[in-house]
């Protein structure tokens, strides 16, 4: 018989696929594991038990999570749902204003923040601008384009064949426009139109070919002309699909019906689309044109303008960016998210984006040796934790992405590029999650349970979910304020001793002996299970194998459920030198905990040992060593 040690000091390869489980050669396999579910990976490769969720506020309904920082001492949650933006300002409701957007509409929303302003974008509702004033009032209105003698400085195309002409009915006043062809609609009334450079409204709808205006401008002559556009926005032609800003410029990235066209607004004057001559501080405009569909369904300012569409990367280029040094080539073809708009964030210099096929997660960086932007896909391993996301965020603080997933779990991404660490682990709670916002350095979830909205933040001080905790200077059995919780059964650790589970009544718990802290929220489940041996896969083809001993180093943990082959038990956890630690109120330990093994294994896909525990206590997991005998 043959003994052999091995040591596992790192999980930076996250939860790997069980196709993996034939390729032992690879680095991913040595750094992985089979199942890490609601831990969080630390950057230096140790695993966690995952922050538990602190209960904030019942949200009106289903809807999104925004963040707005005012500046570096004010940022704001806020929660858009139907027809309704709440505001919150360090976990606390400031106020309420009324939304124009329909619960159906709020996945299409896009959004980005210059100073004190934050801008709206649908592409069926007018885009609008959110502030708040040095008094702390709110205001949502529409954009407002700069204006100069009532001319409207906003973006115009012509939708009408290029063949299509316009006869005015006179030169001043109001006036009739009789098109050669049907293009106008009664959505058209209130619209502008420059014919022959000069500019009208529309006041009335006639027919097809036939509107009422009034001169803005006086026209020229009353013939016929091709040089006519209309307003790109519009309730006839829809609105912007998003929006950012780039080199002092406001770039409006598409609309319902110019999908693939991007808008720059003249430098330092944001709402400014003047193309005037061409002058290097003027207004751009182009559309991008390649042989398959470019709907643009994001754009990030980073070192060039990242422009992600339903079918490629591109990046617009121009240092400055003028109407004469401006470019636009194609970097990727990967393809971005097309039923919903989730913006790409940026993670240590490279921007991260959702790809169209709903099973990737592609960072998008430039490389200095090809002078070229690369994809890459950073759930390649990691293929089944990454089904159908429809939001998600970055925490630089705790350097992990949270990525929300359709069927209500969430996933979190380690990331380290210094180190090349993309870790992932799958976490879910009782209930869906929907949305998910980092807010300076807290990060909130929208989160439904039993068909109500919670407002929820990832509080490492807490260790159960939907949860809230409390302190009394005088010790106490009756604990109330859990109304959000009625009629579930709940966790409770109250002085750093788990208790009993009891349903909420009347949003009530009583204990059986007093106690000066509390925390009592909803349980879930952690797990730890390593890919089996890697040299040891022959087992499974004719050789048996056991673990004799594991070695499990541990920090500031107080609860350890494994199993190593007779099921899961609870494992005693002794300081080093010191007597076992005692059963009531735990406390951290750090150190080695060795724990004796029986058994032999002739699978070669199972694994040795698996942690699984729901106990409310500190985990971490640092390092396991094990003993194992292998029978040739």
């Known amino acids: 018989m043959t003994r052999i040690r091995e040591t596992k000091t790192t999980f930076t390869a996250g939860e790997v696929s069980k196709e993996l489980l034939g390729r032992g050669d690879l680095r991913a396999y040595e750094n992985g594991a089979l199942a ?42 806020l929660v858009i749902t139907d027809s309704l933006i709440d505001i919150y300002a360090g976990g606390v409701k400031e106020t309420s204003i009324a939304a124009p957007w329909s619960a159906a509409q709020i996945s299409q929303i896009a959004w980005t923040q210059s100073a004190d302003t934050l801008l709206f974008t649908h592409p069926d509702v007018p885009p609008k601008r959110l502030t708040r004033s040095t008094g702390g009032v709110w205001a949502l209105n529409d954009w ?3 204006t100069d003698n009532n001319i409207v400085q906003q973006p115009y195309f ?10 005015p009915g006179g030169t001043s006043g109001s006036i009739s426009l009789t098109a050669s062809e049907d293009v106008f609609e009664a959505g058209h009334e209130g619209t502008r139109l420059r014919v022959a450079g000069k500019e009208v409204e529309i006041t009335d709808y006639d027919s097809a070919t036939v509107v009422t205006a009034t001169t803005i401008e006086d026209l020229p002559s009353t013939d016929a002309t091709i040089d006519w556009f209309e307003q790109a926005f519009s309730p006839v032609r829809g609105y912007p699909v998003t929006v950012a800003f780039h080199q002092d410029r406001l770039v409006i990235g598409g609309s319902r019906d110019l999908p693939n066209r991007l808008w720059f607004s003249k430098s330092g004057d944001l709402f400014n689309f003047d193309l005037g001559e061409g002058l290097d501080d003027e207004a751009i405009e182009f559309a991008i044109l390649s042989d398959q569909v470019n709907a643009i369904r994001g754009m990030f300012s980073g070192r060039h303008l990242q422009v992600f569409t339903s079918g490629a990367e591109w990046t617009v280029t121009g240092d400055p960016l003028t109407p004469t040094s401006v470019q636009i080539r194609r970097q990727t ?49 990691s293929r089944h934790i990454i ?37 992932w682990t799958l976490h879910n709670t009782d209930g869906i999650v929907h949305s998910v916002s980092v807010v300076g350095e807290d990060v909130y979830m929208l989160i439904e349970r039993d068909s109500n909205y919670f407002i929820e933040q990832i509080d490492d001080e807490l260790n159960l979910d939907a949860a809230l905790s409390g302190e009394v200077g005088t010790p106490a059995t009756v604990w109330s304020g859990l109304d959000h919780l009625e009629g579930k059964s709940v966790s409770i650790v109250a002085d750093g001793e788990v208790k009993p589970a009891q349903n909420v009544l009347s949003g009530t718990i009583t204990l059986t002996e007093s106690a000066s802290t509390i925390e009592v929220g909803l349980p879930f489940t952690h797990i730890v299970e390593p890919l089996p041996p890697s040299d040891i896969g022959a087992a499974g083809g004719g050789r048996r194998i056991r673990m004799i001993e594991g070695l499990f180093r541990v920090q500031d943990t107080q609860s350890l459920r494994l199993d190593t082959g007779r099921g899961l038990r609870d494992i005693p956890l002794r300081q080093l030198g010191e007597d076992e630690v005692l059963d009531a109120a735990p406390p951290k330990v750090s150190g080695d905990i060795r724990v004796r093994a029986l058994g032999w294994r002739t699978e070669g896909t199972k694994t040795l040992w698996r942690i699984e525990q729901s106990d409310p206590l500190a985990f971490t997991l640092l390092s396991v060593t094990t003993q194992l005998k292998v029978n040739d």
């Open 36 to 77: 890490l579910r609601n831990v969080f990976i630390k950057p230096t490769g140790g695993v966690t038990r995952r922050a538990g969720l602190r209960y904030i506020d019942a949200a009106p309904g289903l809807g999104k999570l925004i963040s707005f920082e005012f500046n570096t001492q004010q940022t704001y949650l």
């Open 144 to 146: 407002s384009f700069f």
């Open 158 to 167: 012509k939708f009408a064949g290029s063949e299509v002409t316009l006869t």
């Open 333 to 381: 073809r990967i393809g971005s998210l097309i039923d919903r708009h989730v913006p790409p964030v940026n993670v240590d210099g490279a921007t991260l984006f959702i790809a169209r096929n709903k099973t990737e997660i592609q960072e998008f960086i430039y490389t200095d040796l090809e002078q070229a932007y690369k994809s890459s896909d950073l759930a390649l391993l």
């Open 387 to 423: 089904e159908n996301p429809v939001d998600m965020d970055y925490d630089s603080r705790r350097r992990l992405l949270f990525l929300v997933r359709g069927d209500g779990q969430f996933s979190a991404l380690t990331v380290f590029r210094a180190e090349q660490v993309a870790a």
